[in-house]
């Protein structure tokens, strides 16, 4: 087995006979590159520092000083992207309960195997991995490269080429036009797929499609009889909630998520949704038995959000129940000090606790504390912040409130469009304060498409290109900006070279006019510079 010499392997086990076994097996197998972690926390420090082609990782990893199973593991790696998609997991396990081993399979691990095994078992799990991923290797390439265009198109040449394989292909394929926004293109896949006969992930995918759509009563529909065809299939109860939660229905999204996590309990994730939605349906019972799950099985990993804490705080208060709402905040600065995003969150909570009992100033005090520490964090979510803006309305913090929504407008990573903010003061009943920041928002984008316009005239394309970008962000639906922020793309292509993501960025603006004015008459025009573009540099169609 000389083709194994030069893998890499991190072994996650807390038993150190087993690590033992693993690394006898291993050596057998001609591997002899192996790295041990004894917990999630040891094992996500060394994947910090390096990367692994394989992953060895015990299900069951012991209450320990770090709390985390082999589930949560792979579920932080896969959502802080500390593993790529080539990264080969294998969940090892003895663990008899289905629950587990199911929401371990929903996180689709590369492979599981049931202890106990024989090194030909994990030599043969091993190999057909391997096998695998050089097959899909130079299509995940051009992903990591940000080349989804021509990740699409070496997925449908491989379709012809690995036959066995064409099924996955053509899922990815799919999934690749679901992340390019193009809806119509991927849901067309799907049908292809079920055409040739049922599948639950291409069912799974066209109800995806008919979500981005908006077509919401038809993804209802298919999920319902999706789930009654497959009631194990996880992720069809988180977007059938979604959609529920779309179309109105808090109880009924509530509801299809308690199923959920009755079936598998363990995702923190899904927990987390469910808390939310209790809140949102008034369900106050459920949401603090929601929140306190997730607060304890988050306790030990290496990325505790605070906000977990303030959303049991949230719930609490609701409740009335001051005193453990306090114990909560307590336990928030015993346990995560030290960062902006914890002191933003644990004032937010304080001041929920303060304004529960009648303490006005106290809390007004708290919610300055908070916008104060706001500025310096990162990473919180915008649920928080805007939640945040509505706090400080109700404690007649006007300029605060302000402040924190045009923060939020002007951070890079914020989805908040300028129509979303004005209507969020307007729920508020704050018309004035609507307008406001609208006319602000309004003249910021009218001073970046000038800059933008400015930059070009000296030749200073990115510069031009990246204002337009910004302006967008706030008013994504401006056809005007958007037409302007194709032509300075493609006129950046054309002058300084092809780049396949500002490519990408050009094809999925010039969509999203076609959803505003499909018979615009520069739409044709701009289609035809793109395809000269591309044929300049030697790119096919």
Same mark, same amino acid.
């Given at each position: 087995m000389k083709e194994y010499s030069d893998l890499s392997v991190l #072994?996650?086990?807390?038993?150190?006979?087993?690590?033992?076994?693993?690394?006898?097996?291993?050596?057998?197998?001609?591997i002899t590159k192996i790295d041990y972690a004894v917990s999630a926390g040891t094992a996500i420090r060394q994947l910090g520092k390096k990367s692994f082609d394989i992953i060895l990782c015990e299900y069951d990893l012991g209450t320990g000083s770090d709390g985390q199973d082999g589930q949560q593991l792979l579920e932080d790696l896969r959502h802080h992207k500390l593993i790529g998609v080539w990264t080969i997991f294998i969940m090892l396990t003895s663990e008899g309960v289905y629950g587990k081993v199911m929401s371990a399979a929903e996180l689709t691990p590369t492979d599981y195997i049931l202890k106990p095994f024989t090194v030909d078992v994990l030599s043969g799990r091993i190999g057909r991995a391997i096998d695998r991923r050089a097959i899909f290797l130079p299509v995940y390439q051009l992903i990591g490269q940000g080349n989804l265009r021509e990740a699409i198109k070496a997925c449908g040449a491989a379709e012809s080429k690995h036959v066995r394989h064409a099924g996955d292909f053509l899922r990815l394929r799919a999934e690749l036009h679901l992340d390019l926004g193009e809806l119509d293109l991927a849901e067309q896949l799907y049908q292809e797929a079920l055409a040739l006969k049922p599948l639950d992930w291409a069912n799974l995918g066209l109800a995806r499609t008919l979500f981005g759509q908006q077509r919401y009563d038809d993804a209802h529909e298919a999920l319902l009889k999706l789930i009654e065809q497959n009631p194990r299939l996880m992720s069809a109860y988180d977007l059938l909630a979604k959609t529920q939660q779309a179309l109105?229905?808090?109880?009924?999204?509530?509801?299809?998520?308690? +199923?959920?996590v009755a079936l598998s309990p363990h995702m923190v994730r899904r927990l987390r949704h469910l808390g939310e939605v209790a809140l949102t349906a008034d369900d106050i019972v459920a949401a603090e038995r929601a929140f306190k799950q997730v607060v304890a099985k988050a306790k030990y990993s290496e990325f505790r959000d605070p906000e977990d804490h303030v959303n049991l705080v949230k719930a609490l208060v609701k409740k009335g129940d001051g005193g453990q709402a306090s114990g909560v905040v307590r336990d928030?600065?015993?346990?995560?000090?030290?960062?902006?995003?914890? *002191?933003?969150?644990?004032?937010?909570s304080a001041a929920l606790v303060q304004e529960l009992a009648g303490n006005v100033s106290a809390a007004a005090n708290e919610l300055n504390l908070a916008v104060t520490a706001l500025a310096a964090s990162k990473g919180l979510s915008t649920q928080l912040k805007i939640g945040l803006v509505h706090s400080c309305l109700n404690n007649k913090l006007d300029k605060a409130a302000s402040d924190v929504m045009l923060g939020l407008m002007n951070d890079p990573d914020s989805d908040v469009t300028m129509e979303q903010a004005i209507?969020?003061? *307007?729920?508020?009943?704050?018309? +004035?304060?609507?307008?406001?920041?609208?006319?602000? #928002?309004?003249?910021?984008? *009218?001073?970046?498409?000038?800059?933008?316009?400015?930059?070009?005239?000296?030749? *200073?394309?990115?510069?031009a290109v990246l204002a337009l970008r910004q302006a967008l962000r706030r008013t994504p639906s401006n056809l005007q900006l958007l037409l302007q922020s194709v032509e300075a793309i493609l006129r950046q292509l054309n002058t300084l070279g092809w780049e396949p993501p500002l490519a990408e960025q050009a094809q999925h603006q010039m969509h999203s006019i076609r959803k505003l004015d499909a018979s615009h008459p520069m739409l044709a025009s701009l289609h035809d510079q793109y395809a000269a573009t591309q044929r300049k540099y030697g790119i096919a169609n």
């Open positions: #072994i996650v086990d807390p038993n150190p006979s087993m690590r033992g076994n693993l690394h006898n097996m291993l050596n057998q197998s001609s109105g229905q808090a109880a009924q999204a509530k509801k299809t998520l308690e +199923d959920a928030l600065e015993r346990s995560m000090r030290g960062s902006p995003n914890v *002191e933003a969150c644990r004032a937010i209507d969020e003061f *307007e729920k508020a009943g704050r018309h +004035d304060m609507a307008q406001s920041v609208g006319a602000h #928002i309004s003249q910021q984008v *009218e001073e970046l498409m000038s800059d933008a316009a400015d930059q070009a005239s000296h030749g *200073e394309l990115k510069a």
